[in-house]
Nanobody, 115 residues
Framework: QVQLVESGGGLVQPGGSLRLSCAAS????????MGWYRQAPGKQRELVAIMPTVGSTNYADSVKGRFTISRDNAKNTVYLQMNSLKSEDTAVYYCNVIAGPINAWGQGTQVTVSS
């Protein structure tokens, strides 16, 4: 099993920044992809950014140029630096890790952008 622990959500004003973290632990032999998704009220969960171990990083068009995903492979941790936040970024953000046949999700962390 893989356990994911997220942190870093909260309330921020428009234009502000937040950094999310997600640490993976458990039976991890090889991580293939680490990423972030989000789900706003009344909407489907959507991809924010993913970072494969091999391959190109991918961002949603709505966050390109504002969000940056990064990984610390030694710590099995993925980060999401969010800058120039907008009200439409308000959502629950979920960490996702794919490691072989395992597809694990974090518990979610709330990000609220409001003045």
């Amino acid at each position: 099993q893989v356990q994911l622990v997220e942190s870093g959500g909260g309330l921020v004003q428009p234009g502000g920044s937040l950094r999310l973290s997600c640490a993976a632990s458990g039976s991890i032999f090889r991580i293939n992809v680490m990423g972030w998704y989000r789900q706003a009220p009344g909407k489907q969960r959507e991809l924010v950014a993913i970072m494969p171990t091999v391959g190109s990083t991918n961002y949603a068009d709505s966050v390109k140029g504002r969000f940056t995903i990064s990984r610390d492979n030694a710590k099995n941790t993925v980060y999401l630096q969010m800058n120039s936040l907008k009200s439409e970024d308000t959502a629950v953000y979920y960490c996702n890790v794919i490691a072989g046949p395992i597809n694990a999700w974090g518990q979610g962390t709330q990000v609220t952008v409001s003045s």
